[in-house]
């Protein structure tokens, strides 16, 4: 066998074992891509198999459910990042919409707590707590990333981007701060709040589990207390404790049975209601409620 330090110079043999070397890696690296490509093949496989990654709800994900959500589409609504300008929206922001706690100046109230103010803004209250606000015509100033009501519904999506909600009349955003909904006439506020629902768990799987005995009077007047975003409403022999903001609907027979409607926002907390929520008990929904909200005040 010739000797290759003999039949090659210096500068070719270093060529060469070059050569033979990139041809080994590329061996190699064909050999892995096969195999990814296989285990990629066995994860598609699973996803489908996946009763969380279906979910309308935010969930904890794991590591192999976040390569799988790269490849999926999530149903829930994304939040986007916009800066609010208008002064009172800012106040009320930092004052978790407490009316009181944001000291406004210069407004009059009528008979059901909703505040007025002469530049054309209404705040409509529950108590001191703000449901949400309207912008009339009479009102000039910035709003949101420098939009002004009268903005061309083409101008606000050139600066806002594309509407989380949308329809003929109007364009909706679903923002970290707040829901924000554009009319030729009229802008609509809703705050977007961040709630624990922990400690409201426990007691709907309490009352589920009949700790209560079926005693829905003594649950609702718990809830309601605890937690002042709830409005309760009879429907037929049904007590009906809801809850936009919170994103939560809780219905209550006379037999002591429970179902509960979660939308789109709702933030599950625990890991038992996690599970509850494949037993029939609790009705998914893709829909929003403050969406739905908005649309019931406008028709």
Same mark, same amino acid.
């Given at each position: 066998?010739?000797?290759?330090?003999?039949?090659?110079?210096?500068q070719?043999?270093n060529?060469?074992v %070059?050569l033979?070397?990139?041809?080994?890696?590329?061996?190699?690296i064909a050999i892995l891509?096969?195999v990814?490509?296989?285990?990629q093949?066995?994860?598609?496989?699973?996803t489908?198999?996946?009763?969380?990654?279906?979910?309308v709800?935010?969930?904890?994900s794991?590591k192999?459910?976040t390569?799988?959500?790269?490849?999926?589409?999530?149903?829930v609504i994304?939040?986007k990042k916009l800066?609010?300008?208008?002064?009172?929206?800012i106040k009320?922001?930092?004052?978790n919409?407490?009316?009181i706690a944001a000291?406004?100046?210069?407004?009059?109230?009528?008979e059901a707590?909703?505040?007025?103010?002469?530049?054309g803004?209404?705040l409509?209250?529950?108590g001191k707590n703000?449901?949400?606000?309207t912008f009339? $015509?009479n009102?000039?100033?910035?709003i949101i990333?420098?939009?002004?009501?009268?903005?061309s519904?083409e101008?606000?999506? $050139?600066? %806002?981007?594309?509407?989380?909600?949308n $329809?003929?009349?109007?364009?909706?955003?679903?923002?970290q701060?707040v829901?924000?909904f554009?009319?030729d006439?009229?802008v609509?506020?809703?705050?977007?709040?961040?709630?624990?629902?922990?400690?409201l768990?426990?007691?709907?799987l309490?009352y589920?589990?009949?700790?209560?005995?079926g005693?829905r009077t003594?649950f609702?007047v718990?809830?309601?207390?605890s937690?002042?975003d709830f409005e309760?409403e009879?429907d037929?022999?049904?007590?009906? %404790?809801n809850?936009v903001l919170?994103?939560? $609907?809780?219905?209550?027979?006379?037999?002591g049975n429970?179902?509960?409607?979660?939308?789109n926002?709702?933030?599950i907390?625990?890991?038992?209601m996690?599970?509850?929520?494949?037993?029939?008990?609790f009705e998914?929904s893709n829909?929003?409620?403050i969406e739905?909200?908005?649309n019931?005040?406008?028709?």
């Amino acid at each position: 066998m010739p000797n290759i330090n003999n039949k090659y110079k210096p500068q070719e043999r270093n060529k060469l074992v %070059l050569l033979v070397l990139g041809g080994i890696f590329a061996f190699i690296i064909a050999i892995l891509m096969n195999v990814i490509g296989f285990k990629q093949t066995l994860n598609n496989n699973d996803t489908d198999k996946s009763g969380f990654i279906e979910f309308v709800f935010p969930s904890i994900s794991t590591k192999e459910e976040t390569k799988i959500d790269n490849n999926k589409t999530s149903d829930v609504i994304e939040e986007k990042k916009l800066i609010l300008n208008s002064m009172i929206l800012i106040k009320l922001n930092n004052s978790n919409w407490d009316r009181i706690a944001a000291n406004l100046k210069g407004f009059t109230l009528d008979e059901a707590g909703n505040a007025y103010f002469e530049d054309g803004t209404t705040l409509y209250c529950n108590g001191k707590n703000v449901d949400y606000i309207t912008f009339n $015509s009479n009102y000039s100033e910035e709003i949101i990333e420098h939009v002004k009501l009268g903005d061309s519904f083409e101008t606000i999506k $050139s600066k %806002l981007g594309t509407p989380t909600f949308n $329809s003929e009349n109007s364009l909706g955003y679903k923002t970290q701060a707040v829901y924000i909904f554009f009319y030729d006439n009229e802008v609509c506020v809703y705050p977007n709040k961040k709630y624990s629902n922990g400690n409201l768990e426990t007691l709907i799987l309490d009352y589920y589990n009949k700790t209560y005995n079926g005693n829905r009077t003594n649950f609702v007047v718990e809830v309601l207390n605890s937690y002042n975003d709830f409005e309760s409403e009879m429907d037929g022999e049904d007590v009906v %404790l809801n809850s936009v903001l919170r994103q939560i $609907s809780i219905r209550l027979n006379k037999d002591g049975n429970i179902a509960v409607t979660i939308y789109n926002g709702y933030n599950i907390n625990t890991e038992k209601m996690k599970n509850y929520v494949d037993d029939n008990i609790f009705e998914k929904s893709n829909d929003d409620s403050i969406e739905l909200k908005e649309n019931e005040r406008i028709s």
